[in-house]
Nanobody
């Protein structure tokens, strides 16, 4: 069993930055791929970024603006979000990935409760 707790969301103006954190319980954290998804009101959950042993994978919509990283010693994965846009407004979720299909939410088995990010124009 893995528990994930996101933090770092908030209200920011367009062009600003936020860093999300996702703290994981469990001693097997380093064996999981980790991903971030987001869901805006009335929209489906969408892939944002993931990190594997080969590095970061990003949705086209955030490439060059967001950076995913992890600190296995702290059991934490981060999402640095720069140059934020109003369309980035959503609830952001982190999750653990099991099968290598990083952009597929069905490939993730544990999810956090989410953290709200709101970008004002």
């Amino acid at each position: 069993q893995v528990q994930l707790v996101e933090s770092g969301g908030g209200l920011v103006q367009a062009g600003g930055s936020l860093r999300l954190s996702c703290a994981a319980s469990g001693r097997t954290f380093s064996t999981y791929g980790m991903g971030w998804f987001r869901q805006a009101p009335g929209k489906e959950r969408e892939f944002v970024a993931a990190i594997s042993w080969n590095g970061g994978i990003y949705a086209d919509s955030v490439k060059g603006r967001f950076t995913i990283s992890r600190d296995n010693a702290k059991n934490t994965v981060y999402l640095q979000m720069n140059s934020l846009k109003p369309e980035d407004t959503a609830v952001y979720y982190c999750a653990t990935e099991m099968s290598g299909k990083y952009s597929d939410p069905d490939s993730y088995n544990y999810w956090g409760q989410g953290t709200q990010v709101t970008v004002s124009s």
